[in-house]
């Protein structure tokens, strides 16, 4: 059974770095893709980051691009999420997710998620 376990949410100043991690188990994962997603309060669950398992090619949504970096750990089963120059309104929670999809920036391509991290940028 696959499952993702994120971790690194904290409270962070405006400007500063965060990094997220998932460790992924009970899958190869060796098609598709990983991806983050976020939440923040009374918005809908919005597409950040994705890398595609095969070619190692990354996406973003154009708020986070040049400022959030998505990597995989092949070794360790684990998918990072760099976050740099942090503003507030990246404050959300954030989810790992996994899948198989084509369709990299959709979350009814991913059918495995983790429990979400929190981060809050503070201004």
């Known amino acids: 059974q696959v499952q993702l376990v994120e971790s690194g949410g904290n409270l962070v100043q405006a400007g500063g770095s965060l990094r997220l991690s998932c460790a992924a188990s009970?899958?190869?994962?060796?098609?598709?893709?990983l991806g983050w997603f976020r939440r923040a309060p009374g918005k809908d669950r919005e597409f950040v980051a994705a890398?595609?398992?095969?070619?190692?090619?990354?996406y973003y949504t154009d708020p986070v691009k040049g400022r959030f970096a998505i990597s995989r750990d092949y070794n360790k089963n684990t998918v990072y999420l760099q976050m740099n120059s942090l503003k507030p309104e990246d404050t959300a929670v954030y989810y790992c997710?996994?899948?198989?999809?084509?369709?990299?920036?959709?979350?009814?391509?991913?059918?495995?998620w983790g429990q979400g991290t929190q981060v809050t940028v503070s201004s």
């Open positions: 009970g899958g190869t994962f060796s098609r598709g893709a």
């Open positions: 997710a996994a899948g198989t999809g084509s369709i990299i920036r959709s979350p009814g391509t991913y059918p495995y």
């Open positions: 890398i595609d398992c095969i070619g190692g090619n990354t």
